[in-house]
């Protein structure tokens, strides 16, 4: 079996292992850290339940072998908190409008979220919709989540699409 | 799905990356993007003994132009072909494409050398670069440089001109200049982002009295390779392109391509969307020239 | 109980399960790691149908990392198989195919390896010798007599079929002024979740406990699982605190769990088997119904609808789980919300060379209830008359309540006629019809879809026994247990898996409500299954009544504990007593107060302040059977089926492009009546996802198969899951007619919207057809479907 050497620095800690080099990124993730709030759900790049921020853009883990990432920094939905049990915004409006169920799809989906609002501040729900449309859920029919972005990112209003 | 073992290099330079290929031929792959390949190989449907990382390589990623020619590093990213703002304005079709390829996370890793050589059918890169008039730069060690026009660079179904130890550098994309250049893009698909059951696209531009300059068409999906009609194309200048022109030329295209069947569309659907989005695209571009005035 | 003021329930509460999720912390079955687990992957047949006349192993043995190589052999010697919930014991499935593979897809090998790629690769090195059979994949092709037969010691491709007449409907129809017949098709979906099914197994030699962990949503699970494994019942332990990641029906996984704990103790080694996508999609045998409906409805001129014939066959596909069955629970509600007084009704479950079909969320309501609103919309249309007033006229109306239905079942409660206004209202369908017009005239067709359908409720199993007799079971309950402890914190435990129903946030609300503490205080457990009090799981949306009333019932035998505490602490009578917040304080007497925390001091430490004759500490069990359950169905298939039932009517508005055939859906809503909602979030959001669901199987998806019996939609480049932007922006109206059999007024809600919108769009997608005469009677109705019923007539013979 041949290995090669990565290094990949994830929610802001340096990794060095020896890995496969046919090992998917989150397969590294899961596996070799331990990091399971990520989750595999096609492994062919369709669901997005895999979605990872690689040096802050979102992409498909599962479409990316861990040695390709060498040298990169990963943020993954456990580092999505602010702190220690302290919700990030996105995270604390998914509570709040209740835009989960099951929670599989979930890590992708505030991944998806968190950078749109990174980039577009106010989004309005057709620019939520287009950020989350690489994300399939069977469970919540998305409108809770537009809900929950659009919360997040407007408190004042009572906003609903 | 766990990929079949596999042997990794990251190519240090392109030379590094040609020697690779000149010794290992057909047993190594080139991976940038990943986000057609990597599903693939999870699939074992591709089974490379080794493959070739080929994402930090500088010298395919730039974007550059000069007063005839853009040229884009192979490995540039789609997403950062979206967003260029001065791709925008020199080939703004790339970005009417774009918008239909995927979700913005393939289109952060996956590039534009991925979508050409990969060639799908119904990709829209394909269907854009060969209606933009492109050549494709490649280069191997045994075989040096050389350039393929877009129109014999597409051979088949994900089959396309690039030799086993071939590495596609760049491609250059001959710009419009003038003004009342209209382009448009559109496709049919099962659902946003997936794969079009037929695609259509266009570039034109618009004499003052109103009759074609210069047109370029053509669809995707509907045969093995996306496919323009030059011929057709140079007959219909100093036309007005009219909706009943426009039909007649759709009807005509669609009664020349030969769409496969498959489990969402058969081939008489592909066929009429074919001739249906065509009409449409042609028409489209017609309505955005008028915004395009400005000599670029 | 009717619309009390409740403190907890019925208002906004944020799940409890959430913060969990959000942060990445689920415990799914792939995210179990046991020391030293070992890896499965799986050889399956790619043909539909073939002897397998030899497998050879050695290669993949002999592969470094391999740990055993297993085949339907080694499973046949040490296992018994899985019957169906039908009689027909000569129907016998194994997790592996033994001699002969009936499906494209079958499980043939299982290899054990170090990681699981590893085991992918052994599995490429396993050699089978393939007689390929002839195969039969058209369900009315497998029930001709000349067909190729599945099992051939079951005689037949008709695992069941009954007739069931219930009233005078010859004598209906021939009174009848006109009758109708139709045929729609229901093709194979299911509700797809985004985790696939994952089970680890660890098997100790020294306490003999089988460890189970799973992906899981299944009645008796641990009881089928020790069963096949010949193990006693207190042998087997499943883990219920697995997250699991979305079922709506599907994760029975028996067949992966009995393979998996057979290979845990053969190697004395846990072993773990998360299926891939493509292993989920083709070989887990969690594909759904695969309909063919023949429908007769005898109607008069008024509208009135006096009378319905329908024939349901069903594509089980090679083997049988409680698929069958999937006929008979829409039984409950055959007629749908209508006041149709007779019906005739042929349940056909047959066997082709396909994937298994298992359960799926409404479990044949949603196709039945396609079934019947297309004749709905149909007669309308024979009788020009507007769609809602006919249903109107038909409607059971609110003051009709309990109804009885003819074949044996009563509705609870209701009042259809409202829901449907407030849904037409909330629209509003003035608003919808001139937007309908104007999209019209603009060169597009477009149409407004109604549907109104009945939501059964409750999970009662009498479908069990009214298709098999020999099946005896009346027995369909739930349970909770609580306990407040020395400090005077709650723990309630349930008996059962979730999927994403927010039990957790159920029971807390539920007992919060009645002990007067708050929710966010109260910790919900899940048990195991050798420490569960019995449980039937989350089906047929049973747990809002079910698991919601026997937290219920704990919790009032908890109080009515504390108030004998406190009446006998402060010499009172109970009855002078009133209860706020955990404190009693007396009705008459100001002084007299006795607060929470001494209360449970005396049950915990206090035994000589304890009144006599009870047991010391504070906790309650409760088992309670479901409500209306208890009673075996009559000779001619009468029976109560679920005891509550909800209701929703969905309207919208969609166009289709008639050069492209693609539907746009411009506005959503659904009216929705499930009785008192406990958790209004978690309402909604079931109805919003089973919209979704709904919607997909109208439009987008489908388990095709080639003609060869191939799965050509076996990942989801073919099989379309709507996304974002497929899925609209949905609305939803609530309206409560509560339950009268349970503890708040609720009923069940978890199948919402599921069960009516393939309805509704088909009726909005034939009503933008109707100008073209044209009807799609098919689902999915994808854009070839309905561009090429458009342009039919073009193609000539």
Redesign the interface.
Known sequence: ??T?FVQITVNGTLYQKEV?????LV?FL?DEL????????????????C?IL?ND????S????A??A?GMAVT???G??LGR?Q?SKI?DA???K?A????????GM?I?CHDLIKHTPHPN?DE???????????????????DAVLYATDPNGANH? | MKAAAFEYVRADNLEHALGILDEAGAEAKLIAGGQSLVPMMAMRFARPSLLVDINRLEELKKISQDEQTIRIGACVRQRDIEFDHSLNQTAPLLKKALSWVGHSQTRNRGTIGGSLVYADPSAELPLASLILGASMHLQSDAGGLREVEAANFFLGPMFTAVSETECLLAIDLPIWHGKRIGSAFTEVSMRKGDFAMASAACQLQINDDETLRRISFGVGGVNSVPTIFPQIAQKMIGKHLTPELAQEIALMVAKECDPGSDTHVSSRFRRSLAETLLARVMLEAVEDSMHNGVNK | MSNTNFKYIGKHRRAVEHRRFVLGEGNYAADIHLRGMLHVAILASPYAHAKIKSIDVSAALAMPGVHTVITGTDLFADTDPILPGVDAPLVKRYPMAIDVARYSGEWVAAVVADTRALAEDAVELIDVEYEVMDHVIDPEDAMSPNSPLIHQSHGSNIIFKRKFTWGEVDQHFSECDHEISYRVRWSRNSTVPIETFAVACSWSDSTQILDVWASIQMPKFPDQLAKALRLDGNAVRVHFDVDVGGSYGLKRGLKHSILVAYLARKLNCPVRFVEDRIENMRGGDMQGPDRIFDVSLGFNSDGIIRSMRMRAVDDIGAYSGRSPLQLGKPIGAIIGPYRIQSVEYEAIAVMTNKTPQEAVRGFGQSPTNYAIETGVDKIARFLKMDRIELRNKNLIGKDEFPYLIPSGTSYDSGDYETVLKKALNAAPLSDLIVERDRLRNSGLLAGIGISTCLEPSGGNSSFEPLFNPKNVTTTWMDSCFIRIDLSGSITAIMGTSTSGQAHETLVSTVVGEILDRPPDDIRVLHADSLNALPSNSPVGSRMAIMLGGAAAGAAKKLRSKLLTIAAHRLSVLPDTLEYREGSFFSKVDQTKIIRWAELIEIAHRKFHELPANLEPGLEEKFVWEVPTGGTLPTADGRVQMYPCHSFEAHVLLASIDPETGKVTIHKYLCGHDCGVMISPDVVHGMTYGGIAHGLGAALLEKFSFSDEGQLLSGTFMDYLLPSSHEVPAITIVDHCTPSPLTEFGQKGSGEAGYLGSPAAIASAVNDALAERNISMNTLPMTPDAIWTALHEHEFGA
């Open positions: 079996m041949n090669a496969e080099p046919r090992m998917t397969d899961r331990g990091l399971t709030g990520t989750h595999v759900g096609c492994e062919h790049g369709v669901c997005g339940a979605s690689l853009e979102p992409i498909r599962c479409c990316i072998f040695v390709q060498d993954t939905v456990e999505l908190a049990g919700l995270q998914f509570c709040e209740h989960l169920q099951c929670g599989y799809c979930t890590p505030l998806a729900a939520v919709r287009e950020a989350i449309s690489g994300n399939i859920c069977r469970c919540t029919g998305y409108q809770q989540i537009v699409e």
